[in-house]
């Protein structure tokens, strides 16, 4: 099923649709928000709309997939994202607008989001986050993955050299796997104690 809608106890997740480019745009271009992530803040609605574009119409159209708008049950209106990624390492990423920080809403979303991939049969997630963002890796904690290794990556577009904490929950009792493709890809990698 392509991104079934989800409920939680505070939480409605669902697909992103054309009417949310302008609470999109409140999720982009925030600095702070994107501090971390693969982009650069969004400019304006022009760059958000193109951004939806092929980040999420083009996997809606995919038969699997799993690209969610997290809004709360009172509003209906996106205050943040989930995903993963229907790629190999199946890649679980997720984003939320500052004013909504540190009330767990990202955990719950993620519980959720997880428990639907897991029953639709995905094997395994990965996740993962720049090492000076720890509260990212709090997250993936808290919704169940578990440290596997760290590697450094010239970051790009932003070109610059980041370590990353890659994380990983299997769904399918093989605990011992690893996905070792940042291992391999990256001369500079290694296992943390923290």
């Given at each position: 099923m392509n991104t079934p809608e989800l409920e939680t106890d505070r939480l409605i997740l669902r697909k992103f649709m054309e009417e949310d480019m302008e609470a999109l745009f409140l999720i982009l271009k925030d600095e702070e928000v994107n501090r971390f992530l693969p982009w650069y803040p969004m400019k304006d609605l022009e760059e958000t709309r193109k951004f939806y574009e092929e980040r999420y119409a083009a996997e809606y159209a995919r038969p699997q997939a799993y690209a969610y708008a997290i809004c709360l049950k009172e509003?209906?209106?996106p205050i943040g994202y989930i995903k993963v990624d229907m790629e190999e390492a199946h890649d679980f990423g997720y984003g939320l607008r500052r004013e909504f920080w540190h009330r767990g809403i990202v955990?719950?979303?993620g519980r959720a989001v997880i428990e639907q991939v897991k029953k639709d049969g995905l094997p395994y997630i990965t996740a993962t986050h720049d090492r000076n963002n720890?509260?990212?890796g709090n997250v993936m904690k808290a919704c169940g993955m578990k440290?596997?290794?760290s590697y450094e990556e010239q970051w790009q577009p932003k070109d610059f050299p980041v370590v990353?904490?890659?994380y990983q929950l299997n769904f399918d009792g093989n605990d011992e796997?690893?996905?070792r493709k940042y291992w391999d890809w990256y001369e500079n990698h290694f296992v943390e104690t923290f």
């Open positions: 509003d209906d209106r955990s719950e979303a720890p509260r990212s440290y596997c290794y990353f904490r890659m796997r690893v996905y």
